[in-house]
C-alpha cells in the first residue's frame, strides 16, 4: 500500500507543476514525460544509494560525526562565554535538571560557527571547487546553463540572497525559465549553517540526521529543475557554459574570513531567535483565537490540527500512512505557513511522538527546503535589489517558486517512501 501511495505521488507531484504551466505545449508531452521518467530515475538511484548502501550510511555517520564535532567545540566555547547556560556546571543545585536545555545558548551557537567555517573554506578555495565540480555535473547531465548550474550547486551551501549573489553579473541575461528555476532550487534547498543546526536538533531521533539533510538538499536540486522546467518552460535552457563565482567582499585573510563569517553568523542567530519567538507567539495566539471559536460548538481547535486536516492529503502520497497522515500534514503546514525551523523542532518534539520510525525519515526530507511564506520574502528582497529592472517579473513568478519549491520536497520524500517500503 505504502509503495502505491508513493507511485501516486511521483505521478500527482509533476502533473501539478505541468498543470501550472505557462506553456504547456512548449515541451510536448513526449519530451516531458522524458524530462519527468529522467529526472525521477537519476533521483531514485541516488535514493537507493544514500539509503541502502553499507558505504553510504557510514558516510551519513561520518557526516554525522562531524557535526556532533562542530557541535562538541561549539559548546565548548559556549560554556566559556555563558557558562552554566550553555551546559556548563551550575553554581548552584537544579531542583529540575530536565529544564536545563537553553535553545538561544546550546543549539544557535552552533551557526556562528558554521559561518565562520563557511567563509574560511571560500578564502581557501574549497568552497569553489566543490561548487565548479557539481555545477559541471549538473551542467553535463542537464543542459542548463553556466550560472544557473552555479547558483543551484552553490544552493547547497549558501542561502536564499547569498546563492543567487555568487552569479549577480549573470542575473540580467537569464532567461525567465532559468530565473524561475532559480528561485525554485533556492526554495527547495537549505543553507549549510542551517543544516547543521537541523541536523542538531534531529539528532537524537534520527542517527546521521546530517547525511539525510545532506542527501535532501542534493536530491531537491534536479527535482526542483524538473519541476520548474515543466511549470515555466520559455527562457530555461541556454546562456554560457560557465559562470565564475563572485562574493561581495572577500576575505583578504583566513582570520579576516574568520571574522566576516562569524559577523555574518550573528545577523543569522539573531534572525533564527526573532523568528522562533514571533513564529512561536503567533502560533499561541492562533491557538488562543481558534480555542475561543470552537468551544461554542465544544470542538478542541489548534492550527495545527487545521494544517494537518488540510495537508494530510500530501503526507499520504509520499507514504505516510493515513493513520499518521493527520500529524505528518501538521509538520507540512507549519513548514509552508510558519517556517522549517520550527517544523524541525516540532518534528523533534511532540510533532514526531506520533510518528514512525519510517515516516519520521520520511519527513526530514520532507521539511528539508525554505519553501515557506518568511523565506519569500527574504527572496524578493534580496533579488529586487539586485535586478532592479526585473521587479514586475520577479514577483509574478514568486508565488510560484514557493509551491515547485515544496513540491520538489515532497518528491524527493516520495521516493524515499518508495525506497524504504517493505
Known amino acids: 500500500m505504502v509503495q502505491a501511495q508513493a507511485l501516486l505521488g511521483l505521478v500527482l507531484i509533476p502533473l501539478l507543476a505541468w498543470a501550472i504551466s505557462e506553456n ?8 516531458a514525460l522524458i524530462v519527468v521518467a529522467g529526472t525521477l530515475a537519476v533521483q531514485f538511484a541516488l535514493a537507493l544509494v544514500l539509503l541502502k548502501l553499507p558505504l553510504a550510511r557510514q558516510g551519513f555517520e561520518a557526516l554525522g ?15 566559556f562565554v555563558f557558562g552554566y547556560l550553555a551546559g556548563g556546571p551550575a553554581p548552584f543545585d537544579r531542583s529540575a535538571p530536565q529544564n536545563d536545555f537553553i535553545i538561544a545558548f546550546r543549539v544557535l551557537p552552533v551557526i556562528l560557527v558554521l559561518s565562520a567555517l563557511v567563509r574560511l573554506l571560500y578564502y581557501w578555495g574549497v568552497l569553489q571547487r566543490v561548487v565548479r565540480g557539481f555545477a559541471y555535473v549538473l551542467r553535463r547531465a542537464t543542459g542548463i546553463g553556466g550560472p544557473l548550474a552555479t547558483v543551484s550547486a552553490s544552493s547547497l551551501f549558501l542561502g536564499l540572497v547569498e546563492a543567487p549573489l555568487l552569479i549577480r553579473p549573470y542575473l540580467d541575461s537569464l532567461g525567465r525559465g532559468a530565473l524561475f528555476a532559480m528561485m525554485a532550487v533556492v526554495m527547495a534547498t537549505v543553507a549549510g549553517t542551517v543544516m547543521a543546526l537541523y ?15 545532506l542527501a535532501a538538499s542534493l536530491m ?42 562569524t559577523s555574518d ?8 531567535v ?58 507540512l503546514g507549519e513548514r509552508v505557513v510558519l517556517n522549517e525551523l520550527i517544523a524541525y523542532f516540532d518534528l523533534a518534539g511532540a510533532g514526531g511522538a506520533e510518528l514512525s520510525e519510517r515516516s519520521r525519515l520520511i519527513m526530514t526530507y520532507a521539511l528539508c527546503g525554505f519553501a515557506n511564506f518568511g523565506s519569500l520574502g527574504i527572496m524578493l528582497g534580496g533579488l529586487v535589489a539586485m535586478l532592479p529592472e526585473r521587479r ?16 520538489a520536497t515532497l518528491l524527493s520524500a516520495a521516493l524515499v517512501g518508495l525506497a524504504t517500503a517493505g
Open 24 to 31: 504547456r505545449a512548449h515541451l510536448g508531452l513526449r519530451r
Open 65 to 79: 560525526a562531524g557535526v556532533l564535532a562542530i557541535q562538541k567545540a561549539t559548546e565548548t566555547g559556549a560554556r
Open 199 to 213: 541536523a542538531t536538533v534531529l539528532e537524537p531521533l534520527l542517527p546521521g540526521a546530517a547525511g539525510h539533510l
Open 220 to 261: 531537491n536540486i534536479p527535482g526542483a529543475l524538473m519541476l520548474a522546467r515543466l511549470a515555466v518552460p520559455d527562457g530555461f535552457m541556454g546562456g554560457p557554459e560557465t559562470a565564475d563565482i563572485v562574493i561581495e567582499d572577500p576575505p583578504r585573510s583566513a582570520v579576516d574570513a574568520v571574522a566576516k563569517g
Open 265 to 272: 553568523g550573528v545577523g543569522l542567530v539573531v534572525a533564527v
Open 274 to 331: 526573532a523568528m522562533l519567538i514571533v513564529f512561536v507567539a503567533l502560533v499561541t495566539l492562533a491557538n488562543a483565537l481558534l480555542g475561543v471559536a470552537a468551544a461554542p460548538f465544544g470542538l478542541e481547535l489548534t492550527l495545527q490540527r487545521l494544517l494537518g486536516w488540510v495537508m494530510a492529503p500530501a503526507a499520504w502520497i509520499i507514504g505516510i500512512p493515513w493513520s499518521e497522515a493527520g500529524a505528518a500534514g501538521a509538520l
Open 392 to 407: 514586475q517579473e520577479i514577483l509574478d513568478l514568486a508565488p510560484r517558486s514557493v509551491l515547485v519549491g515544496f513540491l
